[in-house]
């Protein structure tokens, strides 16, 4: 006999209706009971029964979709119905094993069952609570004789869905063996229960209420298999999830464990320690390279490593303090390289990067001689001044080489952040040291040579004034305790050579070229271009475009003498040579494109052709490689003498120096009615003239009118006639008052009529009373009348000693003059003589 049937068959029982899912005959379910009429009617029957042989019926309750009851109220309990129709006609006849009170006052309580059979309910005739029903039992249904086909195939299919479910889902294996006493694979109705009662995933009670309720064993066997299906599909969705997980986190917890289990071997063996104690560890290697470490600063680094060994090293403060020493330990405190001061080997590496430049390689040997007697070149700040294209960048590495020294360049063109010279405080995110800091570190040493490129263009934003914070860097007097924000410790700068570089002086705040030695390059005149590409840039120029390789070029390639000249002459004017370098580079490439093109035996176009049997380039060919000339002519009025009212001043811009012509002309008013001369007086200044030149016209106007009043008083031209100045070229901005003496000329020979000499030129200052005042940049001035032909020139006579000083070959040919007031200037431009 099996489970059930020794079980009374009681006609009349009290019913509980259960909520998630029937009860299947043979399982042992706990149900919670929450009415406590039902707990007192069930406790009366284990009193009454002396605690044991109490039955009770499970009706599995209908599913309300609105999840109230008929009258609107929201259902109190579990085991309360309004109608008998609430409960399904089949249910389960069960015995109670034990009844539980809650901790909660008995207010609930838990009450274990084991399933017997399945009963029909017949009526309610008491809906209670307790309900009260009238029950009828099933018979036992055994399955006699050998199973068909269908039935050991739904048997078979259902114990093959058992078994693979169990393998995926750790939970229905674990009820598959809390239940596998009632698993019997011969009895099909058993075997349908038992997959029932197994199986939980998303399981519909209405279909489970489906298999309780069945009595053919194939639909029975059928029904179960359904759900054993969804519960396989369930797990294998719930582990294709799980293995994504896994996926996911298997990797990076297998790289952690390993690693973790890898510092404790080697901390183990005493091969390493922890993180933390290997960076400080690292910090105190580093720090043992510095013999002489300031004691502040060893404080502070101590404070520091203090520190970093009690942060957490997730912290944000960790990562604060450990780039904080990272800065602090790789600055190399007081470590310097030895310095070269041999003046011949400085002097050969001055003449083999650079041609020219006497007066700059003399004053550079003389701070390494100086360098030599006190055993540091250090509280200089040299400042290499000069039009672009003069070397000025290439001068700062080739003295780092001639000290032996490092080097390193930052340009503050533009610069508007007084952070990157001073640094940024710890409290911003991603703070870091200033440039200063930054050279010392990469250089390793506490005396390289530091390049700050273009100084004379310097912004100025809303973040400060970088010229200002240069202040500081660059005073000899107060570099050698530089603060930077980041380290908030003093830095000794002093043993850095600063050289500074700028096109303009006149843009460096005072203050701060003060501070400064200026040394000027004011450029190279026509046979030092000539030399230098013959020398430096022709040869460096080849080589870059393959030119020199003996494989591939042919013999006889490159550029002659002669072109280079013409190169120089009419195509780059400028004080510099990177103009001159640009078009060699042109030459080069077109001549490389010719020569591949010949080897390969393919057509070039006719502007790349070659038009003769030699691969030199010659002033011949030129225009083939780098078309017309750019300049037609050395000067805009070729006839001599000049037109009245002409004059050539000579201007020093940020280029080099040029010939810069004065053009006026008079502008004569008609009467008026009563036969009155109109207008006269006026002048009119145009050509881009910024404030001071137009001032500086104003004053050469009055001073034109006094002397042309001692000169011939009985001229009225400036009364009768309106003046229009003009300097040529409008599009280049001019200011300065260099060309005083040249607007005064230049109205002079207007009122008077008496031309200028075609081959004359004057530069300076006149003041309101006629004196010539000194200007700058003689020596550029004089290249760029030369490079316009001009053979004699008017100078003030403060400027002789400049004179003086420009070397002698560009003197040849010249005809200087020295004025000291404007009389002079008079007598030899439009005097009798």
């Given at each position: ?311 957490e090293m997730n912290s944000s403060e960790y990562n604060v303090t450990r780039n904080y ?151 000899p007097s107060q570099n050698t305790s530089f603060l930077d924000h980041y380290l908030d ?345």
């Amino acid at each position: 006999m099996g489970y059930g049937d020794e079980a009374p068959r009681m006609p009349h029982v009290l019913a509980l209706p259960v909520t998630n899912r029937p009860l299947f005959p043979g399982v042992v379910t706990s149900v919670t009971l929450t009415e406590p009429a039902t707990i007192d009617a069930i406790e009366r029957l284990q009193t009454e029964n002396n605690g044991s042989n109490v039955y009770i019926s499970a009706f599995l309750r209908k599913k309300n979709p609105t999840g109230v009851s008929e009258g609107g109220v929201l259902l109190p309990t579990p085991e309360v119905i309004t109608d008998s129709s609430d409960l399904y006609s089949v249910g389960t006849f069960a015995q109670i094993h034990r009844l539980t009170r809650g901790v909660d006052g008995g207010a609930t309580a838990s009450v274990l069952l084991l399933a017997h059979r399945r009963v029909n309910l017949l009526s309610v005739d008491s809906l209670g609570p307790p309900i009260d029903v009238t029950i009828s039992h099933w018979p036992r249904l055994d399955y006699t004789g050998s199973p068909d086909d269908t039935i050991r195939a739904l048997i078979n299919e259902i114990l093959s869905t058992i078994r693979e479910v169990a393998q995926i889902n750790p939970l229905f294996r674990e009820n598959v063996q809390f239940f596998s006493g009632r698993l019997d694979a011969n009895d099909p109705y058993r075997l349908a229960d038992f997959a029932a009662s197994v199986c939980s995933a998303g399981v519909i009670p209405e279909d489970l209420q489906a298999i309780l309720e069945e009595k053919d064993p194939e639909m029975r066997l059928h029904k179960a298999l359904v759900l054993l299906s969804k519960e396989r599909e369930v797990s294998k969705l719930q582990q294709e999830i799980q293995s994504k997980v896994e996926e996911k986190m298997t990797e990076s917890q297998r790289r952690y464990f390993l690693t973790e289990q890898l510092k404790s071997i080697k901390k183990e063996l005493g091969m390493e320690r922890d993180d933390k104690e290997a960076l400080i560890e690292k910090y105190r290697k580093q720090l043992a390279k510095y013999s002489n470490i300031p004691e502040e600063v060893n404080k502070t680094i101590e404070l520091e490593l203090e520190k970093l060994s009690t942060l957490e090293m997730n912290s944000s403060e960790y990562n604060v303090t450990r780039n904080y020493l990272d800065w602090l330990c790789g600055v190399p405190w007081n470590v310097a390289s030895e310095e070269n001061f041999d003046i011949q080997e400085a002097r050969k590496i001055l003449n083999r990067d650079h041609y020219g430049l006497n007066d700059v390689k003399d004053t550079i040997l003389e701070f390494i001689a100086v360098g030599k007697l006190k055993g540091s070149v250090q509280g200089q700040i040299i400042c290499l001044a000069g039009p672009p294209g003069t070397g000025k960048t290439s001068i700062a590495k080739s003295v780092a080489e001639a000290l032996g020294r490092e080097f390193f360049r930052f340009s503050v063109g533009g610069l508007s952040n007084v952070s990157e010279i001073k640094g940024h405080r710890r409290t911003y995110v991603g703070a870091m040291p200033g440039k200063i800091i930054q050279a010392l570190k990469k250089t390793g040493t506490f005396n390289p040579v530091i390049l700050i490129d273009e100084i004379d263009k310097l912004g100025q934003g809303h973040q400060g004034d970088p010229a200002s914070a240069l202040l500081e860097v660059l005073d000899p007097s107060q570099n050698t305790s530089f603060l930077d924000h980041y380290l908030d410790e003093a830095v000794d700068i002093s043993k850095v050579l600063f050289m500074c570089t700028a096109n303009e002086l006149e843009r460096i705040p005072e203050p701060l070229l003060d501070r400064m030695e200026v040394i000027r390059l004011s450029g190279y005149d026509f046979p030092e271009k000539v030399a230098i590409a013959e020398q430096y840039l022709v040869p460096k120029s080849m080589r870059n475009n393959g030119l020199l390789s003996e494989l591939k070029a042919p013999s006889g390639v490159g550029i002659a003498t002669d072109a280079i000249e013409s190169l120089v002459r009419w195509y780059a004017r400028e004080a510099g040579v990177r103009n001159l370098s640009k078009y060699i580079d042109r030459i080069t490439r077109k001549l490389a494109l010719q020569i591949v093109a010949e080897d390969e035996g393919s057509e070039i176009s006719k502007k790349s052709a070659r038009k003769s049997e030699s691969w030199t380039v010659t002033d011949d060919n030129l225009e083939d490689y780098v078309g017309k000339h750019v300049y037609t002519s050395d000067r805009l009025y070729e006839k001599d003498p000049l037109p009245n009212g002409i004059v050539m001043g000579l201007a020093y811009t940020s280029m080099g120096g040029c010939a810069l012509y004065i053009e006026t002309q008079g502008i004569k008013r008609g009467l008026d009615e009563n036969g009155k001369q109109r207008g006269g007086g006026t002048l009119k200044a145009t050509g881009n003239l910024k404030d001071v030149m137009k001032e500086s016209s104003q004053i050469a106007y009055t001073v034109a009118r006094a002397r042309l009043a001692e000169i011939d008083p009985s001229n009225d031209y400036f009364d009768k006639t309106d003046i229009h100045m003009h300097v040529p070229e409008g599009a280049t901005p001019k200011d300065g008052p260099s060309a005083g003496v040249a607007m005064v000329t230049s109205f002079l020979s207007l009122a008077l009529g008496k031309p200028i000499r075609n081959d004359l030129a004057m530069t300076g200052e006149v003041s309101l009373t006629g004196k010539v005042l000194p200007v700058g940049g003689i020596k550029e001035k004089i290249m760029g009348g030369k490079r316009a032909g001009i053979s004699s020139i008017i100078l003030p006579d403060a400027n002789r000693r400049d004179y003086d000083e420009i070397p002698d070959y560009l003197k040849e040919g010249l005809d200087v003059h020295f004025a000291e007031s404007y009389d002079t200037v008079h007598e030899i431009t439009l005097g009798d003589k």
